[in-house]
């Protein structure tokens, strides 16, 4: 058994609680361990990566039972992906942190590294009850990084965010508990085998309980009726934590697309229903919803949250049309957008310093950085609304292209372009406004740049062109992986089939021989 | 048995969501917790309803759904209770701050004129 599937959920808690107690006794290591720990993580995500790309689903049993009955992590493709993008993005938010932030509160070093913990769990576990937890754990976290340097929106917002995120965890239980009740198993792939048997009279429960699930998680990854806390919410955190922020949306979304192509789709289940038509109409009406909010915000980090609202709309449309092809346009166009998303709300707040701490559209003179920050917002306009020469673009085109031959091809090129272009408009008179349009000079105090801030910066810059450069790699790598998640098999026989280690000392034996335990 | 059961779990989850829909968050907090008691008793009775029944494997009887409760929705609602029980904590710290803070117990930190 290959124990480093636990290493993204054993190193964050483990470095999560000692930090706990350095902060409580303001040690100066702080710094050092939060980003020694971050740097590791991202070492274990990318060796994950090497052998998830391998091609193998490999399984790691959590207290070593065999797979229905004790909880599995599953390391295949897709989650492999997904944890090296939450170590990226954790690293980014954690080093943009270091500039100030994590000093405006207590514990912020300490919930960063519970929140990776609980994203990374999310992403590995094969269980839908652990999964549960794992949401839980990291919802818990992001209350605390919300509310960290709490003003009074940050409180209002996070009443909101934590009442709404409750009732959608009553709903995640009834799911996963009629799913129990149906099936007797809460583990994934044993699910996926045995919800095509059911009975016809058994269907339409198990039918209502995959959309109480796909609504949970939709939640989450902010669908059309349930997107409205997102942007008030990430508007309304501090910049790293709106930047770590960037990847839980990706949650809701990995896990729609895991339950769409374990349970749904590819089963030939009659426990689809309704979900196959629904997603990709409900996508469109987001994306386009979403791009006319960009249009409308009178804040950048509002217009950012609203394109983050866009790109989930886009993902969820990939993965509602559900093809092969079209899944892993999505995976392309997810990894590029969840480093833009993260560029953009540390750009935002780098702006809005630079004009006295406001980001409202209105003209106002920067005070610092006016050539870099220019230019940065361009390249990420470029990269967010999907124009050559960026990755965006070439995610986009794979999407247009793969969707070209559904059903519904001329609406989703018609609406996916037209919400580009809205975008667009939106992002160029969002930049004029703040860069050319001229504004009396003020004398404002501010506090002095810090190298942490440019070094985010320009790794999540260098991260975005890489994705650009090296798009044939990455294309190869989500054209596997959606392969390996439409073919379903390589999962389930993984999961079902991993066998318990034989204990290499038999405790049980050694009492029955001693005589301590009656046979 | 089943009929008083689902009785409560409705009238639970009604309430809990009644109140949630209000706009104080002492209200909402009430709510939530209600709404997670109809949850977790939605849980425990999705293992079918047994009385008087161990959730133990007993040495001579063969274990099954007939002779034995569930173990797995009893160890489920554990998990659940703690879990509601640290967020709802955690919800009405944040209420307070909030009331504190604006002077209101309003979800929107709003002002007392509105109703």
Request: no cysteine; net charge negative.
């Given at each position: 058994m290959n124990h480093w599937l636990i290493a993204p959920v054993v190193l964050p808690l483990f470095a999560g609680a000692l930090l706990v107690l350095l902060e409580k006794a303001r040690s100066r290591a702080t710094a050092g361990v939060s980003l020694g720990s971050t740097l590791a993580l991202l070492w274990v995500a990318a060796q994950l990566l090497l052998q998830a790309q391998t091609g193998d689903v490999q399984v790691y049993l959590v207290g070593n039972w065999q797979a229905p009955w004790g909880v599995a992590l599953a390391l295949d493709r897709l989650a492999a992906l997904m944890v090296l993008l939450t170590a990226l993005v954790g690293l980014a938010a954690l080093v943009y942190a270091l500039?100030?932030?994590?000093?405006?509160?207590?514990h912020f070093h300490a919930l960063l590294q519970f929140q990776l913990m609980g994203l990374n769990g999310a992403f590995l576990t094969a269980d839908l009850f652990n999964l549960f937890v794992f949401f839980e754990v990291l919802l818990a976290a992001s209350y605390g990084l919300l509310l960290h340097g709490a003003s009074a929106e940050r409180l209002k917002a996070s009443v909101h965010y934590v009442a709404f995120n409750l009732t959608g965890s009553a709903l995640f239980l009834v799911a996963v508990s009629l799913l129990y009740a149906l099936?007797?198993?809460?583990?994934m792939a044993d699910l996926a085998v045995k919800l095509p048997q059911l009975g016809a009279e058994n269907s339409r429960l198990g039918h209502a309980a995959i959309l109480l699930l796909v609504v949970v998680f939709a939640v989450k990854a902010a669908l059309l009726p349930l997107y409205f806390w997102l942007p008030a919410t990430y508007a309304a955190a501090s910049a790293p934590v709106a930047a770590l922020f960037a990847i839980m949306t990706k949650v809701g979304i990995y896990a729609i697309a895991r339950v769409n192509t374990l349970?749904?789709?590819?089963?030939?289940?009659?426990?689809?229903?309704?979900l196959p038509t629904a997603l990709p109409w409900l996508a469109l009406a987001t994306l386009v919803l979403a791009a006319i909010g960009a249009l409308a915000a009178h804040r950048l980090r509002v217009l950012v949250a609203y394109l983050v609202v866009a790109s989930a709309g886009t993902l969820l449309l990939a993965i509602g049309l559900g093809t092969p092809a079209t899944l892993a346009a999505g995976l392309f166009y997810l990894v590029n957008s969840t480093l833009v998303a993260c560029l953009w709300f540390l750009l935002a707040d780098r702006i809005a310093w630079s004009r006295g701490g406001d980001d409202h559209l209105v003209a106002r003179r920067l005070q610092h950085g006016w050539g870099l920050f220019g230019a940065l917002f361009m390249f990420a306009s470029v990269a967010m609304a999907g124009v050559?020469?960026?990755a965006g673009f070439i995610g986009k085109a794979l999407l247009l292209q793969a969707a070209g031959?559904?059903?519904k091809a001329a609406w989703i090129v018609a609406l996916l372009l037209a919400s580009s272009l809205i975008t667009m408009v939106a992002l160029a008179r969002a930049g004029s406004v703040l860069f050319w349009k001229p504004a009396p000079p003020a004398v404002i105090h501010m506090a002095s740049p810090r190298p942490a801030h440019y070094a985010a910066l320009a790794g999540l810059s260098v991260l975005v062109l890489a994705t650009t450069v090296f798009a044939g790699q990455i294309q190869g790598y989500v054209q596997a992986t959606a392969q390996q998640m439409t073919a379903r098999q390589p999962y389930i026989r993984a999961v079902l089939g991993a066998h318990p280690v034989a204990p290499a000392y038999d405790v049980r034996l050694e009492m029955r021989e001693r005589g301590d335990l009656k046979p | 048995m089943l009929l008083l059961l689902s009785l409560f779990v409705g009238t639970l989850a009604g309430c809990g969501v009644w109140l949630l829909l209000r706009a104080r968050t002492f209200d909402t907090v009430l709510g939530l917790t209600l709404l997670s008691y109809a949850v977790n008793l939605f849980i425990f009775s999705m293992g079918r309803i047994k009385v008087a029944a161990d959730p133990i494997v007993q040495k001579g009887v063969l274990s099954t759904l007939a002779t034995t409760a569930d173990p797995l929705p009893q160890a489920l609602v554990l998990t659940a209770i703690v879990i509601s029980f640290a967020m709802t904590a955690v919800l009405l710290g944040i209420a307070l701050r909030s009331y504190q803070q604006t002077?209101?117990?309003?979800v929107d930190g709003a002002r007392e004129d509105t109703p």
């Open positions: 500039g100030g932030d994590d000093r405006k509160g207590m099936t007797g198993t809460l583990n349970f749904v789709t590819g089963s030939g289940a009659s426990v689809a229903g309704l050559p020469p960026l031959s559904s059903a | 002077g209101s117990d309003h």
